[in-house]
Structures are given as structure tokens and as C-alpha cells.
């Protein structure tokens, strides 16, 4: 057996003595279930961990990742997240994360053929060409990469906000807040993109569903 392998199966064991040394209960109390108020959508990048950026505990936070946090219509992986936070879960908050840094926004600034996550990359050039104006206006491709980053993020809050989900709720008058945030990986520090919606009021009138 590999030595990695073992270590991460002895770190559990470890985790879990620990953890029962703190509070005899703790375990017996997560298996009762969950009722987080946060759902988080993410990157999959091992760097950003949703929970410790946040210093929240197991059962606080429902989470979702993907390359370079994307809320796409036609992905039922995310949806069926979303529906279960929102219509089960009943969160009242959902957060999109992006990184500084992200390789699959990096990876949409070329024209380079990775594989089959070419298709993914698509999605994330799209926001390029919608933002391309103020994006090529930056002639410091570090600057240009991390607004990048930032202007993602909050066209991935408004697709959540267009989703029949989300705007489901709203009609049912949940409450339910979407924010943008961008983590930055060399300092640990998250950065408020002000993208916040709570009400379908705030989307372009043709994204706004009748129910």
C-alpha cells in the first residue's frame, strides 16, 4: 500500500481522536443531519477549502465545486446541489467563490487545446467576450487575469440568480441571498466583489420567469 495512501487513513484515525477528546458527542450529533445556512459554489482547486477559509465546521456549510466555479443552465450536477440547498436544505445564503490564480480562468485567456475540458473552458471564454472590452483594455496580463477572475464570479451570481430555482423561491418569498467573492490563495484573504441579489428585480426583465 502506498505511503501516502496510509497516512491519509491514519490522519483519519487521528482527526477522530482528536476530535472525540474535545467532544464525546461531536459525531453523534452530525449524524443527525444538517441544516448548514450557507451553500458554497466553488472552484476545484485543492487550494480553496471551503470550510477553512471560512472557519466554519462540518455540517455549517453544503458545498459544490467545479473548475473555476461555473453555474451553467444545462449542468444537472449543479442544479441538483442547487435544488437540494434551496428547496430542502432551505439555505438563505449562496456564495460563488472564484480564486486569484485559477487555472481554468488562466487556461480561458489562450487559445491552447488542453482535452476534453476544452468544452468546460468554453463556457468561461464566453464571459470573456461579454467583458472583452474592459479585459483588453488591461495591458498588465496579471492585472487583466485577476479581473478576470472577478468579473466570472459575478456573471455566475446573476446565472444563479436566473435560475428557476433560485427565482422560484423568491416567488415563495424564501428568503435567499447571492453574493460573489474572490479568495486570494498567497494571502488567505477573501475580497467582497459587492455583487449581492435577493430579488429577481435586480435581473435583466427577459430572465425574469413567471410562475
Known amino acids: 500500500m502506498p505511503d501516502f495512501y496510509k497516512k491519509i487513513l491514519e490522519n483519519n484515525k487521528k482527526w477522530v481522536e482528536g476530535m472525540l477528546q474535545e467532544d464525546p458527542d461531536y459525531f453523534n450529533r452530525l ?14 482547486d485543492s487550494r480553496v477549502p ?5 472557519g466554519a465546521q462540518p455540517g455549517e456549510v453544503f458545498v459544490h465545486r467545479n473548475i473555476a466555479n461555473m453555474v451553467i443552465h444545462s449542468d444537472m450536477n449543479m442544479l441538483s446541489v442547487l435544488d437540494y440547498a434551496v428547496n430542502v436544505l432551505k439555505v438563505e445564503h449562496v456564495i460563488v467563490c472564484g480564486h486569484y490564480g485559477c487555472g481554468g480562468i488562466k487556461a480561458a485567456m489562450t487559445n491552447n487545446s488542453i482535452g ?10 464566453n464571459i470573456y467576450r461579454l467583458h472583452k472590452k474592459e479585459l483588453d483594455a488591461i ?7 485577476d479581473r478576470f477572475v472577478e468579473l466570472n464570479v459575478v456573471e455566475q451570481v446573476f446565472d444563479l440568480a436566473k ?3 433560485v427565482q422560484a423561491a423568491w416567488k415563495n418569498d424564501q428568503k435567499l441571498h447571492l453574493h460573489g467573492w474572490a479568495y486570494g490563495v498567497g494571502s488567505g484573504i477573501v475580497k467582497d466583489l459587492n455583487v449581492n441579489v435577493s430579488n429577481e428585480s435586480q435581473l435583466d426583465e427577459v430572465y425574469q ?3
Open 116 to 125: 476534453l475540458i476544452d468544452n468546460w473552458i468554453r463556457h468561461i471564454k
Open 209 to 211: 420567469l413567471n410562475f
Open 163 to 165: 435560475t428557476s430555482i
Open 50 to 54: 471551503a470550510n477553512q477559509i471560512i
Open 31 to 44: 449524524a443527525e443531519g444538517q441544516q448548514p445556512p450557507l451553500l458554497w459554489i466553488g472552484c476545484a
Open 139 to 145: 495591458e498588465d496580463e496579471d492585472k487583466r487575469f
